[in-house]
């Protein structure tokens, strides 16, 4: 029987972009949900090959993630959305006026106690950023008179 930390693991993007209007006026928002894929342990995962490289780009772009919010945490005015393709697509989501919201995914399985620890930490620097007020943009409606 496989686990999950042995199968192939995988991302998925839903962007939805959501408008409303009341009276004359038109808000719009866009809500992103993104699943990313747990970091992995190599030892334990016993992957070669493409598995390999693919558990490597994974972790790649998870500590990239986790550098970015640690930048946005600390107030640096240097943020590095483009040390990898998920911070840098997932920018408009992370930084200016966004909201965060960060889920995870732990075991409480002793096998999986330095990833779980991992992934708390993760949580940790994810929490530390704070945003302000998220800005209201308002736009005329068009009348759709023909």
């Known amino acids: 029987m496989r686990d999950n930390k042995s199968t192939s693991s995988s991302r998925a993007s839903s962007p939805v972009q959501l408008e409303a209007t009341e009276k004359l006026k038109q808000v719009k928002t866009r809500l992103q949900l993104v699943d990313l894929a747990g970091s992995e342990c190599v030892g334990m995962s016993g992957v070669t090959g493409a598995a390999l490289r ?22 640096r005015s240097h943020v590095p959305y483009r040390n990898s393709k998920l911070t840098h697509l997932l920018q408009d989501s992370i930084g200016g006026d966004a909201k ?28 530390q950023v704070q945003r302000g007020q998220v800005k209201k943009k308002n736009f005329p409606v068009q009348s759709k008179a023909k």
Do not use: H
């Not at 999986?112 to 949580?123: A, D, I, K, P, R």
């Open 54 to 75: 693919e558990t490597s780009f994974i972790n790649r772009s998870l500590s990239a993630l986790a550098d970015v919010l640690g930048a946005i945490a600390e107030q």
């Open 100 to 127: 965060l919201l960060v889920m995870l995914c732990i075991s409480p399985d002793q096998k999986y106690l330095t990833e779980s620890v991992q992934s708390l930490g993760f949580g940790t620097r994810a929490r």
